[in-house]
């Protein structure tokens, strides 16, 4: 996730130097608040087995009479937003204001081990 944020120029918040916080075995919390505003990237990785994931189940084709569960690794992110054109909103209606907001995004994968 951060190699990614990096790669796509946006900035992680710190990330690669956040430690884990406590959870459930099979998940990880991250807080990363280095240079972000208000309460800075939350990463959520949860394998599956861990309290916080479910199994995901592949629906089989018609006539197939075996039903496949799949492990899985969830991923939720809440990302700091602080809106760039705040300026302009209040040129355009006085008093108006836009303030930071969070991008929220979750993300599943198989399991490849």
Same mark, same amino acid.
């Given at each position: ?7 796509a ?9 956040a ?8 998940s990880?919390?991250y ?10 990237? &939350? *990463?959520? $990785?949860?394998r ?7 199994l ?6 018609? @006539? %197939? =009479?075996v039903?496949v569960?799949?492990?899985?690794? &969830? *991923?939720? $992110?809440?990302y700091?937003?602080?809106w760039?054109?705040n ?7 006085? @008093? %108006? =204001?836009?303030?930071?907001?969070n991008?929220?995004? &979750? ?7």
């Amino acid at each position: 996730v951060d190699a990614y944020m990096l790669n796509a120029k946006i900035n992680d918040c710190g990330l690669a130097s956040a430690s884990a916080g406590s959870g459930t075995p099979g998940s990880w919390f991250y807080n990363a608040n280095a240079g972000c505003p208000g309460t800075g990237l &939350q *990463l959520t $990785i949860c394998r599956s087995g861990a309290s916080c994931a479910t199994l995901e189940t592949i629906t089989p084709p018609a @006539g %197939a =009479s075996v039903q496949v569960n799949v492990l899985t690794t &969830q *991923l939720s $992110i809440s990302y700091p937003y602080q809106w760039h054109f705040n300026n302009v909103l209040q040129l355009l209606i006085p @008093g %108006a =204001s836009l303030g930071l907001t969070n991008i929220n995004t &979750q993300a599943t994968s198989v399991n490849m081990d």
